[in-house]
């Protein structure tokens, strides 16, 4: 069983990571992601440390997974913050004034191209702008 799950975990990521990255920030469930990744980790873990210990190539398959998850997890406060339900065309266009950059109020934007613009070095600004 613990096979199957890692096999489902490791799938999983290679078909949500393009979703949760190139697609629009707007189609991404903050509540959802963040359970599905803190999961993941405390999952594979579980596996590294007990399941997989008499098992070297299973234990080096698992710790890749594992620091893919790890390596994605510091945005998730950053997406959980993008896309908080206050957040309103003036929070946008507050963010676009304090980063200088010219995200569309509508969110219809990705993950990568927010990271390409920066917006990784405004977590503060992002945090409060819809209080």
Do not use: C
């Amino acid at each position: 069983m613990p096979y199957e799950q890692l096999w489902n975990i490791a799938r999983d990521y290679f078909d949500f990571y393009p979703q949760w990255t190139t697609g629009p920030i707007t189609d991404l469930n903050r509540d959802k992601l963040m359970e599905e990744v803190n999961n993941s980790i405390s999952a594979l873990k579980g596996f590294i440390a007990n399941e997989f210990v008499s098992d070297a190539s299973t234990q080096v398959i698992a710790n890749e997974v594992l620091q893919k998850f790890l390596d994605f997890k510091p945005l998730i406060p950053l997406i959980y913050d993008l896309r908080n339900p206050a957040m309103q065309k003036r929070h946008w266009d507050a963010l676009n004034q304090v980063t200088g950059m010219d995200i569309p109020a509508d969110g219809q934007i990705s993950l990568n191209d927010l990271l390409g613009r920066g917006i990784e070095n405004w977590k503060e600004p992002v945090s409060y702008t819809h209080l």
